[in-house]
């Protein structure tokens, strides 16, 4: 089974890919929107996301993209720690003037870079994997913040590890397939949903459905709805399943008050946490 992820190979993406789900074919994409297009044509079986990081939180590239989801479904999670290295093709720390990554690993470890390299130019790029191919092609005076693996794998040299601000930095990954999976106990369900007009006590009604379920929501977001300022998408995680009939009763109250209400799928939480120690 081929699962598409924002590659090149050594990209974190890659890494929570072969260690979640071991049995799938990686195949590397350039971007999160042609993972999703990938899966809902067919091209591909399956497609990992980054969807949520604990120090940075939404990757809102992804959350933008799943809203043009069409076919595909949330099938699982799982949850990759992620441990930064500093790389360079010659270990000359004091050569260092620019540092390439994602644009969310920069962001990780953007404290570290004020305290221990003031100068060096922060230079975003498509994945941490392609940041080290950048440092390997620009040799000295260029590094990349990336995985172990990436680093190695590339033939670059370590200087630092550990280098993310957050001890505790963890990313949160969905599968994309096709099919809903069925319920294990320990489940959970996302949506999205917006309202006709954005008027007082809209998001407020929403909330007080689940609370007088007693469902627990686990994630709540926002995005911009791309049509005039003030209108949003929200975004909200909640335990369940769609197929129990309270969280049925819960979806079709929610069709009731919303312009739009999209089932991204409901899938079982993540088990345990995968990556560096």
């Given at each position: 089974m081929i699962c598409g992820y924002l590659g090149p190979q050594g990209s974190y993406s890659y890494l929570a890919l072969t260690e979640g789900f071991p049995e799938m074919t990686p195949e590397a994409c350039d971007t999160f929107s042609e993972i999703i297009e990938k899966v809902d044509t067919g091209a591909i079986a399956a497609g990992l996301l980054p969807v949520e990081n604990s120090t940075e939180g939404a990757v809102t590239a992804v959350m933008d993209s799943l809203l043009t989801l069409q076919h595909g479904a949330i099938q699982a999670e799982v949850i990759y720690t992620v441990c930064h290295h500093l790389?360079?093709?010659?270990?000359?720390?004091?050569?260092?003037?620019?540092?390439?990554?994602?644009?969310?690993?920069?962001?990780?470890?953007?404290?570290?870079?004020?305290?221990?390299?003031?100068?060096?130019?922060?230079?975003?790029c498509e994945s941490t994997s392609t940041a080290c191919l950048l440092a390997k092609e620009a040799g000295n005076g260029t590094a990349a913040i990336a995985s172990r693996w990436a680093?190695?794998?590339?033939?670059?040299?370590?200087?630092?590890?550990?280098?993310?601000?957050?001890?505790?930095?963890?990313?949160?990954?969905?599968?994309?397939?096709?099919?809903?999976?069925?319920?294990t106990g320990n489940d959970k369900t996302a949506i999205a949903f917006s309202f006709h007009r954005d008027t007082a006590g809209n998001l407020y009604e929403i909330l007080k459905i689940f609370a007088e379920a007693n469902v627990n929501l686990t994630r709540i977001e926002s995005r911009p709805a791309k049509m005039e300022l003030g209108q949003y998408v929200f975004f909200i995680d909640f335990e369940g399943h769609q197929q129990e009939p309270a969280i049925g009763a819960i979806l079709e109250k929610l069709r009731l008050l919303t312009r739009s209400l999209i089932i991204f799928g409901s899938f079982p939480k993540a088990q345990r946490v995968l990556g560096e120690d």
């Open positions: 790389f360079m093709a010659e270990k000359d720390e004091a050569a260092m003037n620019t540092a390439y990554s994602h644009p969310q690993a920069i962001e990780q470890c953007r404290h570290f870079f004020r305290t221990h390299y003031p100068g060096v130019k922060l230079v975003p680093g190695l794998h590339h033939g670059l040299k370590p200087v630092r590890g550990n280098i993310q601000d957050n001890r505790f930095n963890q990313t949160r990954f969905v599968l994309l397939g096709t099919g809903t999976p069925q319920p």
